[in-house]
């Protein structure tokens, strides 16, 4: 079991986010808890290369302060969508390790989000996305609010993850559960 934290940057993750205060509350809380519980926590980056918002080379690279990697913890680096893209070495490291379930959080849900867990079902992963750990903005097509609720109640769990409650992803990295009971 490992914890994946997508794209929480400075740059993208702020208050525009649809529930960003519960969100953000969620994902500090599955960080403490994996840790707490020896379950290694992984992040991955977005770069979008120079002069964008996710330029690498600016303060809206790092990831927000309050989800901040400890020494030791990985960090993959992306320029496309997926998390699990051949070029981050993700899937290789989590094959490496024999690690096949994901807990899975981060932004923005309709896009990086949704490569991610799509790919990473593609890969063979047990994926779960704990309620409200993962988050978007408004876009010209509907609202932060639709999309959230169109992947995490209609698309994902129908075919690619396990649509979990936060307490069942802390009984997850608590070992008090196996990932089969869910």
Known sequence: MIL???????GCFNEELFLFETVRENIKQLITVARENNVEVVY????????????K???NYE????????????????????????????????????????????????YCMDATIKSGFENGFNL???????????NPYFDKE??????N?????TRYA???????????LQSKISTTDI
């Open 4 to 10: 994946l934290v997508v794209d929480t940057q400075k």
């Open 44 to 55: 991955v980056q977005h770069d979008d290369g120079p002069g964008t918002d996710l330029d």
């Open 57 to 59: 080379a600016t303060d």
């Open 63 to 110: 990831i927000y302060e309050e989800f901040a990697p400890r020494n030791g913890e990985k960090r993959f680096e992306k320029n496309v969508n997926s998390a699990f893209h051949p070029m981050t070495g993700l899937t290789e490291y989590l094959r490496s390790k024999g690690e096949n379930d994901i807990i899975t959080v981060g932004v923005s849900t309709d």
């Open 128 to 138: 779960f996305v704990p309620s409200y750990t993962n988050s978007t903005y408004d």
């Open 146 to 151: 639709t999309a959230y609720r169109y992947y």
């Open 153 to 157: 109640e209609f698309m994902w769990g």
């Open 162 to 172: 396990k649509m979990i409650t936060v307490k069942q992803a802390i009984r997850l």
